[in-house]
Each structure stands twice: as C-alpha cells, then as structure tokens.
C-alpha cells in the first residue's frame, strides 16, 4: 500500500511540475497550446538571446476611460519568463487617472514607484490597508486581495509592477459589472446601485441590457 502511495505522490508532483522546474529554462513555444503548467518549450535549437530580452518598456497611451496604461512583460510577450513563475509590467497614471478595484487571482502583485505619487491599497473582508506612495517606496498586494491604485499627485504618475507568476491575468470589477450583458435590472439589484447609474456605466464601458 505505501508502494502505491508513492507512486500516486510521483504522477501527481510529474503533472503538477512546470517544465522550467524540470529543465533550466523552457523558453515558451506560444504556437502551442496553453496549459496548467504553461506553454510547451521550444526546441532548444530555436532558441536565440533574444528569447530571455524583453523591448518596449515604454510609457503606454493613458487617453481612454481610465487614464491610465498597462505596458505588459508576461509569458505571451516574454516567452523566456515561460515557468519561471514571475513577470512584470509598466504602469502609467496620467493625472486624475486610476487603475480601478481589480485581483490577480493567480499571482501576488510588488508596486515600485518611480515617479509621480500613487495611492494604493487592498481590501480584506475586514480591513482597508491603503498608503499614498513616492519614488523609491514599493507595496504589494497579496495574491488574490481586491486592490486599486489611484494618480493622487500632480503630473504623470508611474510605477513598474512585478508578479509571481509568469501570466497573472486579472479581473477589473468595473469591466466585470458594466462590460457585459446582463440586464441593468439585475445589476442594479445586485449591487444597490442606482438604475440610471448603472446604465450611465454600461454605456461608458460597452455593456449592453
């Protein structure tokens, strides 16, 4: 019986155990499928440097509903970060914008602020942990805690962002609310908001009902 205990603990930590654990690296082959343990490897041989440099981390346009840009580095930009378990992000705030409540349910998030002043925060059944940030301070925010980071300065705001995952998606609360099509009656009864209100939010963020 503990012989078979054994093996059932091995196939289980074999399927559960990313490729990069295993190898040195998988740098991502992204013409594959997705996975649980994330993208198949490419053959080594096509692998270059560039494979493990990632370009572009420039300011993002800010000019839409939020004011704000996400400049992302996760595995499906940055295919050496395959496995690895981290990825990164720019981040800018133009003046007045925010990043609204949103969660990375799969990956705890580090704020670095290197210009401007954010205030930032996260949220527990319980508690509000929130503190208005400068050059040289960093935050983070837990896995899976409901969070927003808000340009409470003048001029420009921005910060780089580092994940422990190295695809760590996220879910905003106001695209989850006013970018779908449930009618406006129930998410009105759902979240006591006034009717007008939020069809005024559906039609800001391309909702329907």
Known sequence: MKIIHIVFLFTFLSFTTSQASVNDFCVADLKAPDTPSGYHCKPLANITSDDFVFHGFVAGNTNNSFNAALTSAFVTDFPGLNGLGISAARLDIAEGGSIPMHTHPGATELLIIVQGEITAGFLTP?????????????????????????????????????????NPGA?????????NNLPSELVAQTTFLDLAQVKKLKARFGGRG
């Open 126 to 166: 319980t508690a509000v942990y929130s503190k208005t940030l400068k050059p040289g301070d960093l935050m983070v925010f837990p896995q899976g805690m409901l969070h927003f980071q808000i340009n409470s300065g003048k001029g420009k705001a921005t910060a780089f962002l580092t994940f422990s995952s190295a």
């Open 171 to 179: 879910q905003l609360l106001d695209l989850l609310l006013f970018s």
